[in-house]
């Protein structure tokens, strides 16, 4: 298993200076991940909810359009609490935008997994062995 | 079967692209909750978790009444290309 950088940079994944900060590093991007997730998950939920006409449908949907600007407001809230989230300072936004993008690049450069990642030989069989999955 | 129970086909689809992003949604809060180091932003996914569980039961049921709804098989009717 070759796992020699290819582009080295200044630090590898097991140096303990990259710990650093990383859980705040860490959780920050996880919920600006989640955040964006609820942020689609309520336009998808609008652009369904004015596409249908079954009451059932429309009544399930726009309750679950609620939960989701809900969720989108405690997710922001918890975000600006802990300073994740700037709505307000663009300055210290754009600081953490351009801190996370760097950290981020940097991770992305980085070799994590060995050069074959195809674990099927491990399996004992697939769900689609019985008709021939793995020859098609 | 009567026509009026089923849902109208742009309804179905835009119900099978809901569904699926909720299905991805709910593997991703489960997942991500062993990552994350703060416990209230875990708290807030296991809410995640819990209410995008109700909501795909709910959109399930509704689902059943698409145009295109055929009995599930157990296993997936197509093989996975490799």
């Keep these: 298993m070759n796992m020699q950088q290819a582009d080295p940079i200044k630090m590898d994944y097991l140096d303990p200076a990259n710990a650093l900060n990383m859980p705040e590093m860490a959780d920050m991007t996880f919920a600006m991940d989640f955040l964006s997730r609820v942020k689609e998950g309520v336009r998808n939920l609008s652009v369904a909810l004015t596409e249908s006409v079954s009451p059932d449908l429309r009544a399930l949907l726009r309750t679950q359009l609620r939960q989701g600007i809900a969720l989108h407001q405690e997710i922001s809230e918890l975000m600006i609490r802990k300073k994740w989230f700037h709505p307000y300072g663009l300055k210290e936004q754009f600081q953490l935008d351009m801190l996370s993008l760097q950290n981020t690049l940097e991770i992305s450069k980085q070799r994590f997994f060995p050069d074959d990642t195809s674990r099927k030989g491990m399996f004992d069989r697939t769900p689609d062995a019985h008709m021939g999955g793995s020859e098609a | ?82």
């Design chain 2, 1 to 82: 079967m009567d026509q009026q129970q089923l849902l109208a086909a742009h309804e179905a689809i835009d119900l099978h692209e809901i569904i699926n992003f909720k299905t991805l949604g709910l593997a991703k809060s489960k997942l991500m909750q062993g990552l994350v180091f703060d416990q209230e932003l875990r708290a807030l996914m296991e809410k995640d978790v819990q209410q995008t569980q109700q909501a795909i039961a709910e959109l399930q049921a509704v689902y059943a009444k698409a145009p295109f709804h055929a009995p599930v098989p157990e296993f997936r009717p197509t093989p996975i290309l490799n």
